[in-house]
């Protein structure tokens, strides 16, 4: 009994203690926040400070920056930050400023680090100041402190300090956190743009980053790497790195990020358009044809093929299989720009991109995404256009698509008709015609239904009835539209001509059926629409018999001054026409042509038209006027003339759409373009893609592994994972495949023998560093800053030359062994 | 790659800019070439050979990049949203200017992080947290309460206490997505699935057989006038339709947790999934709607779908068009300018109260006057502007049937009506009167509780957990969001 009361008393103290740990727990985060809102107060008063300008203001930073107080300090960094954000110069304080790199409050040596690299390279003698402190935060226990160390001081542009630069790029790319080496991958790519003398050595560097055992370093070494050779630098050199990583990058490609992912996959299909042996494809066709990878697939189109891709192509393929099921849309993008270059449709239409293409553009949240999709889905469509043609209902208009999603919404619906779509199409093209209440689009949707005929007969003329229907309907742009599809309608049937005269008595009835338009009173046509169809009618007479158009002058004749301009001059055109025609017939005829044109009807109303337009108010009508008196009635051989370029056949109006030529296709042409394919007899043997020696860096104490290639099996454990002895300092993981590395590390090992030398003290201080931060560590820093900084630089040239000879032997032996 | 990073207020004025280094231009010498080069709205913006701008406009802010030319054209958009994602992350929601003004401290040290050199370089939030802390906790502690209140959910203990100065030995995290050393007193998970619904559905004649009786049932429920209504009865066909679908994530879990989700994708076998990096695909393609993860820290989206319709029979696509479903009939009465619309919502397992319903009418006649409701069962009726028109049901529990009964009135009818008596018995006049119709109606709403896909998470568990504790049972808590997108019914 007593016992359990123990227990008991027990169990409630311990709940007891339990609740009130949690409360006090609870009130250290009240007071946290309230301090927390203190702080935001006092920062929001500086920060208004800032916005008040006032004569005082740059003392009042002045002082908040040389204050002692370490919030003094940050809120006058604080400002001078807020100050630049809103576009301000914030070079006044640049001396206040870079005193508090040492600051211990890491928020502000990191805002002071910031303002450094954006101004250091005005200021370079005091930034020189900072430059020790920086080099000292290499060394800090905290990964990012040195990420950012690394990554501000290659931000300082400043020349003199490149020896410097390359003495700390060379610990860090062996540092043991990855984020480090990363960030010395991009620190590589700003040094490399600073100064071209130590390309070599970058390069070198960066290749050892490429090699890297950890996927987030690689990711980010590509983007350096693709950033440090896009000046375009010779080619080969260029690629050397790539090829000992391809199939490695292949395989680790779903762990990068998603900007790696991108950048690698557009560095890869540029390699493997250089580098890889053209995919071919066997077509079932009668002969089994084999054809290398054609630029044009129109002539395949209607064949089944296999694909046989190169090994290694089909490797890359393969990894981009799984990178469809990315969130990232410009991933998608890549591998479409990979698909397109390296691969015929059959391999888009297994990747299924279709349909990702299409979720894209329902997908509502990102406008713009949207528009460029189906940019780039028009861009695919004007390839090929089977990938997208199941998908054709996921181009209908919504109520709330913008314009422009509209407009390529239906240019790419127009591109993807065919026999069996071609009746909802049409369906849809027409709703939109005429219920869009957006004019730019029923015009467009006009040019589409334009773009639509020739998919069959028995279709043009549903259209061309339809479109004659709708001219009482339609209004502004869109009934001019709706012209130049029947005009485009008839000059179809016009080729068609061959084939049988029915065609003709077609477009008789077109023809007739306008002119009744032109006579209807009530419908009160815009002039623009009168005039056009003036001039189909004059440009078809010849067609008609010349029966129609006649009538239309002489209709139009009696209230001749009353139309608008437009229609004036048309008929003045019209009438041209007829009379060359009759000039024509009456030469054929060999009668005296001035005797019969007295009486001939025609003729007087072209005169007629030529006494009207004499005193017409505008001066295109007069001029024009003139100048077919002068043809037309001054002879046969300049009636010739007319009659040639008043009946020549006028091209038939190209409907292209309108937004083809957007700023965003033009972005994106743009970006999918490829190099072309490299000479298929010059390509270089696949074995220069054999594995590469990956370095693995070790997870263990040791802050910098000596950069020497001293190199290990794969999976084999370090022998060291005691760490941080200074005996274990040097022992170094890296991963080959191959036994026969043996020769080639002994090489490697020669090489880096000097390396060892050259950079002793650095890797003293570091060791030492270990131990004790405070004060071996500013004399190491020190060192490199002094006067012999230029020798350092310079030997570090020399040795990197003795590197690059090594490798060299070392492939050699590698290839012979092989 | 980038050059710099403009936030600007839709005026176009600066609130913020980031520029990569000293020879990029400042917002105030790019705003009047972006200006003087786009008079609409482009998104793109080409300022010379070499350089273009991106522009992305939310609802207060515009947030401008500028980029070299070359480039994947997605990828600048890409990292805009990203940023957004982290600003919201560190500051909370929503998106504001006086958020960003005063924080920009902070601002400036993340994207110094997140552009390195004008590469992207870390644009995770999660991996963010872990480099630059959290300076301002009193937004943060705003936005939870904030979200506290809507929520109803005890999140004031969940405050995470990760911002305490870390131990120095330990490596950033090993799995880029999540941040390292995660905490939480209270741990909880919770599943948004939310489904979009875009059709466009056509009205066609229907056989009159079935017309009529559909017709004469309705009629006698609700006396609809007009024996005439029959002979133009519609039904309506969908013409496209998508489901798009996303699976929202929220994470507040200790340490390092594997986790498991099932997906009842209810037969569907392609749903076209885009994964967060964090989900392992070789487990998806074993198993159809197997998840298995580690989640990053936090808010993040887990996958998204899109469910294409149009691959489905007739009858599989009406039944996955969500939880209201419409009948339309218009050019009725005299006039042949009134229109019909009748909602049924169905008692669906689940499904408490359809909310926000309302359906917009539209017209576009030249010479439209207005579009007046002469009956309606359930909410109110009002013309806008612009030939739009709507009626707003707000929020309504399944089981009953709404009417609407309207007319387009124009300025034709106007006149025509006084004539019309002597008129009236010519049976030629009614017949070429044109009908007056809605050029479309949209109809939307939210519900809760089902997915109109029928897809469901049939399970979520914790398969192993480093540094959580096996007695600790996290919270689970999974809910289902229907909503519209472009809903529309053309006449």
């Known amino acids: 009994m007593k016992y359990i009361c123990v227990e008991g008393a027990r169990y409630f103290l311990k709940s007891i203690s339990q609740s009130m740990a949690e409360s006090l727990s609870k009130i250290s985060s009240i007071f946290e926040s309230a301090k927390d809102i203190a702080i935001e107060a006092a920062v929001s008063a500086s920060s208004r400070l800032a916005d008040t300008p006032t004569s005082s203001r740059p003392q009042e930073i002045r002082k908040l920056l040389s204050s002692r107080v370490e919030r003094d300090v940050l809120n006058g960094m604080k400002c001078v930050i807020s100050l630049v954000s809103r576009g301000e110069d914030g070079l006044p304080y640049f001396a206040e400023i870079v005193k508090n790199i040492t600051s211990s409050n890491s928020k502000v040596r990191n805002l002071v680090l910031v303002y450094l690299t954006r101004y250091a390279e005005v200021e370079p003698d005091k930034a020189l100041l900072s430059i020790n402190s920086i080099q000292k935060l290499l060394d800090d226990k905290s990964p990012a402190t040195r990420a950012n160390s690394v990554k501000s001081l290659s931000g300082i542009r400043i020349p003199s300090i490149i020896p410097i630069l390359l003495v700390c790029l060379k610990r860090t790319i062996n540092d043991r956190s990855p984020l480090v080496r990363a960030s010395t991958a991009i620190a590589i790519a700003k040094v490399y743009e600073i100064d071209k003398t130590s390309s070599k050595q970058l390069f070198e560097y960066i290749t050892k980053l490429l090699a890297d055992s950890d996927a987030q370093v690689v990711g980010t070494a590509i983007k350096a790497y693709v950033k440090m050779t896009s000046r375009g630098d010779s080619h080969t050199k260029k690629w050397a790195p790539i090829h000992g990583h391809f199939r490695r990058f292949c395989e680790i490609l779903p762990e990068f990020d998603e900007w790696a992912q991108s950048t690698f996959i557009d560095l890869l299909t540029d390699y493997s358009r250089m580098f890889l042996a053209k995919p071919k494809l066997y077509i079932q066709d009668s002969q089994n044809t084999i054809i290398d990878l054609p630029e044009d697939f129109s002539a395949i189109a209607n064949y089944d093929y296999d694909i046989s891709f190169d090994e290694d192509m089909g490797l890359f393929l393969k990894s981009l299989r799984n990178l469809v099921y990315s969130d990232s849309e410009f991933v998608i993008l890549s591998i479409l720009r990979a698909l397109l270059a390296l691969a015929p449709p059959k391999t888009i239409k297994e990747f299924d991109l279709g349909s990702t293409l299409c979720a894209m553009i329902s997908d509502s949240d990102n406008p713009q995404v949207k528009l460029l999709a189906l940019q780039t889905i028009s861009v695919m469509i004007s390839k090929d256009k089977t990938v997208f043609a199941p998908h054709y209902k996921k181009f209908y208009i919504f109520t709330s698509d913008t314009i422009e999603v509209a407009k390529l919404k239906l240019g790419i619906l127009s591109l993807l008709v065919d026999e069996s779509n071609i009746k909802y199409v049409i369906e849809e093209l027409k709703y939109n015609a005429l219920n869009n209440s957006d004019s730019l689009v029923t015009s467009e949707a006009m040019r589409a239904i334009g773009r639509c005929s020739g998919v069959s007969d028995t279709w043009n003329d549903k259209i061309l009835k339809w479109c004659l229907k709708n001219i009482r309907n339609a209004s502004g742009s869109a009934l001019n539209e709706l012209l130049t599809v029947i005009r485009y309608m008839i000059q179809i049937q016009q080729q068609l001509k061959s084939v049988g005269d029915s065609s003709n008595k077609k477009i008789a009835s077109i023809v007739y059926n306008l002119s009744l338009i032109l006579y209807d009173e009530g419908l009160n ?247 004790d931060f405070s004060e071996e560590e500013s004399a190491a820093s020190a060192n490199p800053n002094s006067s012999d900084v230029g020798s350092l630089h310079h030997s570090n040239d020399s040795e990197s030359d003795a590197d690059d000879n090594s490798s060299g032997n070392g492939d050699d032996a590698k290839s012979l062994l092989a | 790659m980038f050059e710099a990073v403009y936030i600007a207020d839709t005026n176009n004025n600066l609130v913020y800019e980031y520029l990569i280094n000293l020879s990029s231009p400042s917002f105030k010498s790019l705003i009047s070439v972006v200006s003087s080069l786009s008079a609409d709205p482009n998104n793109i913006i080409e300022i010379n050979k070499n350089y273009s701008v ?425 809910k289902y969001l229907t909503k519209t997108g472009d809903f529309i019914i053309r006449s």
């Open chain 1, 525 to 771: 046509l815009e002039s623009d629409a009168k005039a056009s169809i003036i001039w189909i009618i004059g440009e078809f007479t010849k067609e008609c018999d010349n029966q129609i158009a006649p009538d239309v002058l002489r209709r139009f004749l009696e209230g001749f001054a009353d139309e608008p301009e437009e229609v004036r001059y048309q008929l003045l055109v019209l009438s041209a026409k007829l009379f060359s025609l009759k000039l024509d017939e009456i030469h054929e005829i060999g009668s005296s042509s001035s005797e019969f044109l007295q009486n001939d009807i025609i003729s007087k109303m072209f005169q007629r038209v030529l006494t009207l337009c004499k005193y017409d108010s505008s001066y295109d009508t007069r001029d024009k006027s003139r100048m077919f008196n002068i043809l037309l009635n001054s002879g046969h051989d300049n009636s010739q003339l007319a009659s040639l370029f008043l009946q020549v056949p006028k091209p038939a109006p190209i409907f292209t759409s309108l937004v083809s030529n957007s700023i965003e296709s033009k972005v994106l042409v743009k970006y999918l373009k490829t190099s072309a394919w490299a000479d298929q007899s010059e390509l270089p043997p696949a074995s220069i893609r054999k594995p590469a020696p990956v370095v693995e860096n070790k997870l263990n104490g040791s802050t910098g592994v000596s950069s020497s290639m001293i190199s290990k099996k794969i999976g084999e454990l370090p022998t060291s994972t005691t760490g941080i002895s200074s005996s274990s300092y040097n022992n170094l993981t890296t991963k080959i495949p191959k036994p026969t590395y043996q020769l080639q590390s002994l090489d490697e090992f020669f090489g880096s023998e000097e390396e060892e030398g050259d950079s002793s003290d650095e890797e003293y201080s570091e060791e030492s560093s270990e131990e």
């Open chain 2, 54 to 478: 991106y522009k992305y406009t939310t609802s207060n802010i515009i947030i401008y990049t500028l980029n070299v030319a070359n480039i994947n054209p997605m990828l600048p958009f890409h990292f805009i949203l990203q940023l957004i994602d982290v600003i919201h992350d560190y500051f909370g929601y929503p998106l504001a200017i006086p958020k960003i003004e005063s924080n920009d401290d902070t601002l400036t040290l993340l994207i110094s992080q997140m552009i390195d050199d004008g590469i992207p370089n870390i644009t995770d939030f999660n991996q963010l947290r872990d480099i630059v802390p959290f300076s301002s906790f009193l937004s943060k502690l705003l936005g939870k309460t904030s979200q506290m209140t809507t929520n109803a959910i005890k999140k004031s203990t969940s405050t995470s206490i990760s911002n305490l100065p870390r131990s120095q030995d330990l490596n950033t995290s090993s799995i880029p997505w999540r941040r390292s050393n995660v905490r939480h007193t209270n741990n909880e998970m919770y599943v948004d699935v939310v489904e979009t619904v875009d059709v466009i559905f056509k009205s066609v004649a229907k056989s009159l057989g079935s017309a009529q009786q559909v017709k004469q049932f309705d009629s006698a429920f609700y006396s609809t006038n007009s024996s005439s209504t029959s002979s133009y009865s519609k039904s309506l066909v969908p013409v496209s339709s998508t489901i798009n679908g996303q699976v929202l994530f929220t994470s507040r879990l200790t340490g390092v947790p594997c986790l498991q989700m099932i997906l009842n994708v209810a037969g569907l076998n392609n749903i076209n999934p885009k994964f967060h990096r964090c989900v392992k695909l070789d487990t998806w393609k074993q198993n159809n709607g197997t998840l298995s993860f580690i989640p990053p820290d936090g808010k993040f989206t887990l996958i998204k779908y899109s469910i294409d319709l149009d691959q489905f029979s007739r009858k599989d696509q009406l039944s996955m068009l969500g939880s209201v479903s419409v009948d339309y009939n218009y050019g009725l009465g005299l006039h042949k300018n009134e229109f019909e619309v009748k909602l049924q919502l169905p008692v669906i397992k689940g499904v408490t109260k359809i909310e926000n319903l309302s359906i917009e009418i539209n017209a576009n006649y030249s010479n439209l006057i207005t579009i007046k409701s002469s009956r309606l069962t359930h909410g109110d009726f009002s013309y806008k502007s612009n030939g739009k028109a709507e009626w707003n049901l707000r929020s309504v529990t399944p089981g009953v049937n709404p009417i609407l009964y309207g007319s387009i009135i124009t300025g034709d009818m106007e006149t025509d009506s006084e004539t019309f008596d002597s008129e009236r018995t010519t049976q030629d006049k009614t017949f070429t009167k044109p009908v007056l119709k809605p050029a479309f109606i949209k109809l939307s709403y939210t519900n809760k509780g089902s997915l109109p896909s029928g897809i469901k998470v049939d399970s979520l568990k914790i398969v192993s957990a480093k540094g959580l504790s096996e007695t600790v049972k996290p919270y689970k808590g999974v």
